[in-house]
Structures are given as C-alpha cells and as structure tokens.
C-alpha cells in the first residue's frame, strides 16, 4: 500500500492556469510536457493540496479530451 494520493484535473491551458495560481499565491511545480520530436503529447503540472496531496493538472490535448 501507498501513502501517496493523486487527483488529476484536466484545462484547457496549462501555462495559463499555472500562471493564474501564481498569482493568487499558490506554489505550483514547474509545467512539464512530455513530447515525440516536435509533437506534443502532454503539458501538465502538479500541486499540492492542504493535506500534501498531489493534484496533476493536465492540458486538454490528444489523450486528455
């Protein structure tokens, strides 16, 4: 058994969003994304609730629909 918890929430802007949280104070983990070349597979960030809980922040792009 694990002791780690995630939850994942999907937007339509990852850079927007993380800058948004910025700014109302949040500390939110660098954004990320996952390629193929030049394709992009996956932007996203983490942060982390109250409790340390981490919660993944997914850009609405291919997968993630």
């Known amino acids: 058994s694990s002791d780690v918890c995630s939850s994942d929430l999907v937007v339509p802007d990852v850079p927007k969003r993380h800058a948004e949280l910025v700014q109302m104070g ?10 193929d070349g030049d394709q992009l597979l996956a932007r ?5 609730d109250p409790d340390g809980y981490k919660i993944e922040v997914l850009e609405e792009h ?4």
Do not use: D, M, Q, T
């Open 26 to 35: 949040y500390e939110p983990l660098p954004v990320k994304e996952f390629k």
């Open 62 to 65: 291919g997968h993630y629909r």
């Open 44 to 48: 996203f960030f983490f942060i982390l």
